[in-house]
């Protein structure tokens, strides 16, 4: 399958043109059409103006892009031109300070060489049996046929095996605290990025009381962790060994606040994000019967009363067809963004530093150049070799180039885990009563969650988890 690029769609470009986009107003430039619908309007300006939209945040100017031979030029070929602390990040950094997420140059290099063998071979395939294991414990509690915000349930469960994995901590008397605080932190983030301007922390509006309660909140339960690290003084192999055993060139141990940073940025970005994909499966599974019922097939063919383990994934094969179609439909990060970092040129458009780079995932996996019938939920389509004719970057759940998400394996084995361990013993009935609106903030999240009746299916189910090596969905290959 070819990507057409950009000159498909933008046929008279020169040095001197920019790029074609709407009319913006002055002063706040697109900011209305982005608070009032942002999926709306961007894959509106898309189809419209083609790979390369010109578009303003305030007076920020900004390039949408969805071609996916642009979207390399910025996370891949040209990556040392674009750096992350965008208009968007300039809004959260209380939040994640210097962590993996946002830290730049030869700093964030350092930190994920050393968090990267936390997320690898057989200490990744290791997390298998924490994931069933918490699982299992989260739907034994659950009654059949009351009705339930699944959405909710994944938050607290994706936020315990986080913390259990790469932590070893058990978070399960935060979890309800936790989540309320990072709702509020996430509520903040979206009204922040509907400003055309930065308003500091420190103004006592009553938003901004709530993010930092929120976030005092969030920081005391890590503080926690690691405190309890410190006193425990025991190796444990896990991320947070690593993070705490490593020397600088002077023979320096990482300062608390860095700890607290990359903590911070991995419990968030690890739990939520994985929730969300879970979410959305579930939100698509109730809609489709079909879909439900050979994805249960599956589940009973492949494990029938024993317990999922890593070695079953290489044959859970639909199972991961189900949640690689869910994140194109319903793509937890929902745009990634990038800035200028000097003059470069994309597509052959000049881009003038300081330009916020927009490549939207729900926008390129919703294209129908890439994917027939783009809007349909067909598992089905990634049971050939679509994943290997796809061009590079036409589907980007978890972005890519040196800064793809650490976490993408960990994310695609907890999801197949947990779906398999949910589906085995409960028929999800969505409640369909209440509706679902998708609410883009840094996460495409489910206004007013996900509801469910969970129809009892199996009670019993046994076995143990295994210490195979971790199998690679192909979508990630
Ligand atoms: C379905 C689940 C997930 C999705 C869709 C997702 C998506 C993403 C995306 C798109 C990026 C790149 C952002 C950019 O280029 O600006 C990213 C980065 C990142 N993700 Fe994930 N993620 C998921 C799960 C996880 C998990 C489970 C963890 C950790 C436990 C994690 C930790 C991170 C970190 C630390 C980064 C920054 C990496 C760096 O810049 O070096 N994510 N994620």
């Given at each position: 399958?070819?990507?057409?690029?950009?000159?498909?769609?933008?046929?008279?470009?020169?040095?001197?043109?920019?790029?074609?986009?709407?009319?913006?107003?002055?002063?706040?430039?697109?900011?209305?059409?982005?608070?009032?619908?942002?999926?709306?309007?961007?894959?509106?300006?898309?189809?419209?103006?083609?790979?390369?939209?010109?578009?303003?945040?305030?007076?920020?100017?900004?390039?949408?892009?969805?071609?996916?031979?642009?979207?390399?030029?910025?996370?891949?070929?040209?990556?040392?031109?674009?750096?992350?602390?965008?208009?968007?990040?300039?809004?959260?950094?209380?939040?994640?300070?210097?962590?993996?997420?946002?830290?730049?140059?030869?700093?964030?290099?350092?930190?994920?060489?050393?968090?990267?063998?936390?997320?690898?071979?057989?200490?990744?395939?290791?997390?298998?049996?924490?994931?069933?294991?918490?699982?299992?414990?989260?739907?034994?509690?659950?009654?059949?046929?009351?009705?339930?915000?699944f959405h909710a349930d994944m938050m607290g469960l994706t936020l315990?095996?986080?913390?259990?994995?790469?932590?070893?901590?058990?978070?399960?008397?935060?979890?309800?605290?936790?989540?309320?605080?990072?709702?509020?932190?996430?509520?903040?983030?979206?009204?922040?990025?509907?400003?055309?301007?930065?308003?500091?922390?420190?103004?006592?509006?009553?938003?901004?009381?709530?993010?930092?309660?929120?976030?005092?909140?969030?920081?005391?339960?890590?503080?926690?962790?690691?405190?309890?690290?410190?006193?425990?003084?025991?190796?444990?192999?896990?991320?947070?060994?690593?993070?705490?055993?490593?020397?600088?060139?002077?023979?320096?141990?990482?300062?608390?606040?860095?700890?607290?940073?990359?903590?911070?940025?991995?419990?968030?970005?690890?739990h939520e994000t994985t929730a969300l994909a879970l979410s959305?499966?579930?939100?698509?599974?109730?809609?489709?019967?079909?879909?439900?019922?050979?994805?249960?097939?599956?589940?009973?063919?492949?494990?029938?009363?024993?317990?999922?383990?890593?070695?079953?994934?290489?044959?859970?094969?639909?199972?991961?067809?189900?949640?690689?179609?869910?994140?194109?439909?319903?793509?937890p990060?929902?745009?990634?963004?990038?800035?200028?970092?000097?003059?470069?040129?994309?597509?052959?458009?000049?881009?003038?530093?300081?330009?916020?780079?927009?490549?939207?995932?729900?926008?390129?996996?919703?294209?129908?150049?890439?994917?027939?019938?783009?809007?349909?939920?067909?598992?089905?389509?990634?049971?050939?070799?679509?994943?290997?004719?796809?061009?590079?970057?036409?589907?980007?759940?978890?972005?890519?180039?040196?800064?793809?998400?650490?976490?993408?394996?960990?994310?695609?084995?907890?999801?197949?885990?947990i779906?398999?361990?949910?589906?085995?013993?409960?028929?999800?009935?969505?409640?369909?009563?209440?509706?679902?609106?998708?609410?883009?903030?840094?996460t495409?999240?489910?206004?007013?969650?996900?509801?469910?009746?969970?129809?009892?299916?199996?009670?019993?189910?046994?076995?143990?988890?295994?210490?195979?090596?971790?199998?690679?969905?192909?979508?990630?290959?």
């Open positions: 399958m070819a990507d057409a690029g950009s000159p498909a769609t933008t046929p008279q470009r020169s040095q001197e043109c920019s790029p074609p986009g709407p009319k913006g107003l002055p002063v706040i430039g697109h900011l209305l059409e982005i608070r009032r619908d942002p999926l709306g309007f961007f894959s509106t300006c898309s189809e419209r103006y083609g790979n390369i939209v010109s578009l303003r945040f305030g007076t920020w100017p900004a390039l949408l892009l969805s071609g996916p031979s642009d979207v390399e030029t910025v996370l891949v070929k040209n990556h040392h031109g674009f750096k992350k602390n965008t208009f968007f990040w300039r809004h959260v950094t209380a939040i994640f300070g210097k962590g993996l997420l946002t830290s730049e140059g030869e700093f964030w290099h350092r930190q994920r060489r050393l968090a990267a063998p936390a997320f690898a071979g057989q200490r990744l395939a290791s997390y298998g049996a924490i994931m069933v294991r918490h699982t299992s414990r989260v739907v034994e509690r659950w009654k059949p046929d009351a009705a339930r915000d315990g095996i986080a913390a259990k994995a790469l932590f070893d901590s058990e978070v399960e008397e935060d979890v309800a605290a936790m989540d309320k605080a990072v709702n509020a932190l996430t509520d903040q983030i979206a009204v922040r990025f509907a400003r055309p301007f930065v308003i500091p922390d420190v103004v006592p509006l009553p938003g901004h009381i709530r993010y930092r309660r929120a976030l005092r909140r969030v920081e005391s339960v890590v503080q926690r962790i690691i405190r309890e690290r410190r006193s425990d003084r025991q190796d444990k192999g896990d991320l947070l060994s690593m993070l705490m055993q490593a020397r600088d060139e002077n023979g320096d141990p990482m300062p608390d606040r860095q700890l607290r940073d990359e903590a911070v940025t991995l419990l968030l970005a690890g959305w499966t579930v939100y698509l599974l109730g809609q489709h019967p079909d879909v439900e019922a050979r994805l249960s097939a599956e589940i009973e063919a492949v494990l029938g009363s024993r317990a999922v383990s890593v070695e079953d994934l290489p044959r859970l094969r639909f199972t991961d067809q189900v949640v690689t179609e869910a994140m194109r439909l319903y793509p990060a929902w745009a990634i963004g990038r800035e200028a970092v000097e003059d470069c040129e994309i597509g052959g458009y000049p881009v003038p530093a300081g330009t916020t780079i927009l490549m939207s995932p729900w926008v390129i996996h919703r294209h129908q150049r890439y994917f027939d019938e783009p809007a349909k939920f067909q598992p089905d389509r990634w049971s050939g070799d679509l994943a290997r004719q796809l061009p590079r970057f036409a589907y980007l759940p978890f972005g890519g180039g040196p800064r793809i998400c650490i976490g993408n394996r960990f994310a695609t084995m907890e999801a197949v885990l779906l398999a361990t949910v589906t085995q013993r409960f028929r999800l009935h969505l409640l369909r009563e209440r509706e679902v609106v998708p609410f883009p903030s840094i495409l999240r489910p206004k007013g969650g996900i509801w469910v009746k969970p129809v009892a299916r199996r009670r019993e189910v046994h076995g143990q988890a295994s210490k195979a090596d971790v199998w690679i969905s192909p979508s990630l290959k």
